[in-house]
């Protein structure tokens, strides 16, 4: 069996199959024009995208509570967008590759994007 078997909902069945099972289970929230995953829980909190393809990781993550995060793991490059408490993004990191720290004093939260998924957000560094 395959993408045409004749089940109008096996493609979008085998969308959501593919993005990562701790992500699926974790509350969505509208940011910045996406529908991303919120890290509410610990354990999705301490590793984010980490370990996961790219095809996996789904729209991107935030990151409550949020200043510093790290890219220990990491199997693709981020976007990190800082968002003050109105989520607006107060600094931009593009094409982060793996194994970094990034860190805004300013940010109560992270919104991490695959990267080249938010270019129209990059807000210039003070």
């Known amino acids: 069996m395959g993408m045409n078997s004749g089940y109008p909902g096996l ?6 199959y593919e993005l990562a099972r701790r992500l699926r289970r974790a509350p969505i929230e509208r ?3 996406r529908e991303v995953a919120i890290a509410s829980g610990p354990l999705l909190r301490t590793l984010g995208l980490a370990l996961l393809d790219r095809e996996r ?12 995060v790290h890219t220990f793991g990491m199997r693709f490059v981020l ?4 968002l003050d408490a109105d989520g607006a993004p107060v600094s931009t990191h593009v094409q982060v590759p793996p194994c970094r720290v990034v860190s805004d004093r300013r940010a109560l939260a992270v919104l991490e994007l695959p990267a080249g998924r938010g270019e129209e ?3 210039p560094r003070p």
Not at 11 to 16: C, V
Not at 79 to 82: A, K, M, V
């Open 31 to 33: 940011v910045l024009g």
């Open 57 to 68: 990781a789904g729209a991107g993550l935030l990151i409550p509570r949020c200043r510093s």
């Open 79 to 82: 976007d990190l967008h800082f």
């Open 121 to 123: 957000f990059v807000v």
């Open 11 to 16: 493609p979008l069945l085998m969308a959501t």
